[in-house]
Nanobody, 124 residues
Framework: QVQLVESGGGLVQPGGSLRLSCAASGRTFGDYAMGWFRQAPGKEREFVAAISFNSVGVHYADSVKGRFNISRDNAKSSLYLQMDNLSPEDTAVYYC?????????????????WGQGTQVTVSS
């Protein structure tokens, strides 16, 4: 079992930045590929970014490419999402998730463990 806890969400103005964190506990964090997903009100959950267990593989949704950066620190069992140049369209609950293999990383149903989510609201 892996327990995941997100933090760092909040209210930010358009053009601003936020850094989300995901703290993992339980089994060895470095054994898992990790992903960030988000779900806006009335919309389906969507893929945001994913990173392989050793940070060599990194992928982003087109909507966040160039603005968001995913990273991890296996020594600290932590995952991060640096979000810059935020827009109201980024408003959503953001979730971190863990899976064993770095395949189908954009498919939420392939992830084994999920956090409870953290709210990000971009508004003036």
């Amino acid at each position: 079992q892996v327990q995941l806890v997100e933090s760092g969400g909040g209210l930010v103005q358009p053009g601003g930045s936020l850094r989300l964190s995901c703290a993992a506990s339980g089994r060895t964090f470095g054994d898992y590929a990790m992903g960030w997903f988000r779900q806006a009100p009335g919309k389906e959950r969507e893929f945001v970014a994913a990173i392989s267990f050793n940070s060599v593989g990194v992928h982003y949704a087109d909507s966040v490419k160039g603005r968001f950066n995913i990273s991890r620190d296996n020594a600290k069992s932590s995952l991060y999402l640096q979000m810059d140049n935020l827009s109201p369209e980024d408003t959503a609950v953001y979730y971190c998730a863990a899976k064993v293999l770095f395949v189908d990383y954009d498919k939420g149903r392939r992830y084994n463990y999920w956090g409870q989510g953290t709210q990000v609201t971009v508004s003036s």
